[in-house]
């Protein structure tokens, strides 16, 4: 699904909310392989960012592009974001959240969610309703939802928060590995992340 | 197709589950249609006469009652965005969403239908076609009710406005639904057209309320 040659550009980007300018002329390209990190200070509009690129925000200003990828789909529909909230329903099993998630997105029918379930380190759980997870858990099954289905583009908002060290030591692993296999991040963070020197777009200074 | 599937397996699966509000509609309409025998008193004729009316108005409020929560649930747990993130348009998984919502709701509720005319005097040879017309016309009252539920869906009391505004659209459904149900109960008018035309709401609705929906929530998530 991902090609050396997945690229995203966003040119010019300005998105307006309540009548306020949230954040205008920013440029940035991300291609094959490589992580760009949004930072700046709270209110900067990395979240808006994040969900501009989504296609969750309609910008008010400029373009968002993913080249590369496949032809008919638009950015969307080829990224995953993983927002502040888990999208996790407290009575289903942790076992039919991570199961819907992955055929509702479009992985394939025979897929199997164990490995993502494994790798998260949930396998154990996965017969438990979700609404006994604490905080971390259903952070881990959130991003679980990242590895059970493909897609290039990964949208990350604080995807460290609430997890334990040794789970942030985990999803670092599994954002190195994504890269490798050709994927794009792009995440807003205040911590550090776990990747070797990955680019960084500091918001708010010039907005 | 998968999927749709998908989504509408795990919205009927939440409707079922604790806190699920699959059997609330039925129950609701249970309570209320009880009431009105209580209410009248044993005018056994009056009741047979006002019957259909009154299991109509119980099915509309019932059907529209859990439908304020069909998208602020999601909304409220971060699943609206990734519903709208899928490579399926927003229409069809908003209609697939309805669908749940009717398999969930109103179909229980046209179940007990029958069990209901017994309180109201009304024949049970008649509960047949009142059930029938319940069939052809709830449906509308959900894919009406859908275009209210995604307007609202960002706003904490929701419910309320929901029903103010979804309740009007509805006139025409509980026109012909009241209409059908009493040409089989008391003629002398036919079955027929007011069936046909209940149908035909149902139809429109089908049609049109998934892309209203869908505009609405396009709109709400600015």
Redesign the interface.
């Known amino acids: 699904m991902t090609s050396d040659s997945t690229r995203l550009v966003c040119e010019n980007l300005a998105c307006e909310r309540g009548g306020r300018l949230v954040f205008s002329g920013i440029n940035f390209a991300v291609k094959a392989g490589e992580a760009l990190i949004l930072t700046g200070r709270n209110g900067a509009g990395k979240s808006t960012l994040l969900r501009v690129v989504a296609g969750l925000l309609r910008a008010s200003a400029g373009r968002i592009k993913l080249t590369g990828g496949i032809d008919e789909m638009g950015t969307a529909e080829q990224a995953h974001y993983q927002g502040h909230l888990d999208a996790i329903k407290p009575s289903l099993t942790v076992a039919e959240n991570l199961q819907f998630w992955a055929r509702f997105l479009g992985a394939p029918a025979d897929a199997s969610i164990e490995p993502a379930l494994e790798a998260v380190d949930l396998a154990a759980l996965a017969d438990l309703p979700a609404a006994y997870l604490s905080a971390g858990q259903k952070r881990r099954l959130s991003i679980a939802r990242l590895l059970a289905v493909k897609r290039p583009l990964w949208l990350l908002d604080e995807p460290t928060s609430a997890l334990d060290t040794q789970s942030q030591g985990r999803l670092a692993a599994f954002m190195r590995q994504h890269l490798a296999g050709g994927g794009l991040i792009l995440a807003a963070t205040h911590g550090p992340i776990g990747l070797d020197a990955p680019r960084e777009l500091k918001m708010g200074a010039a907005g | 197709m998968?999927?749709l599937?998908?989504?509408l397996?795990?919205d009927m699966?939440?409707a079922t589950?604790?806190?699920?509000g699959a059997l609330m509609g039925a129950l609701f309409y249970f309570v209320v249609v009880s009431m009105i025998p209580f209410a009248i008193g044993p005018d056994l004729n009056l009741l047979a006469r006002i019957g259909p009316a009154v299991l109509w108005i119980g099915a509309l409020l019932a059907s529209l009652l859990a439908l304020d929560r069909l998208f602020a649930s999601d909304h409220?747990?971060?699943?609206l965005?990734?519903?709208?993130?899928?490579?399926l348009p927003l229409e069809l998984t908003v209609a697939a969403k309805a669908i749940a919502h009717w398999l969930t709701t109103a179909l229980p509720l046209i179940v007990i239908t029958p069990v209901l005319g017994l309180m109201l005097n009304v024949d049970m040879s008649a509960m047949g076609f009142v059930a029938l017309s319940l069939v052809a016309g709830t449906p509308a009252l959900t894919f009406i009710g859908l275009i209210g539920a995604a307007l609202s869906v960002t706003l904490r009391r929701g419910g309320l406005l929901m029903a103010i505004l979804v309740l009007p659209l509805t006139v025409p459904v509980l026109i012909f639904g009241v209409a059908a149900a009493n040409a089989a109960i008391v003629g002398p008018a036919p079955f027929g057209p007011p069936f046909t035309i209940l149908c035909a709401l149902s139809l429109a609705s089908f049609v049109l309320g998934p892309f209203a929906a869908a505009a609405a929530l396009r709109q709400g998530?600015?």
């Open positions: 998968n999927a599937l998908a989504l397996l795990r699966r939440l589950r604790v806190g699920g409220d747990d971060g699943s965005d990734l519903l709208t993130m899928s490579t998530q600015e």
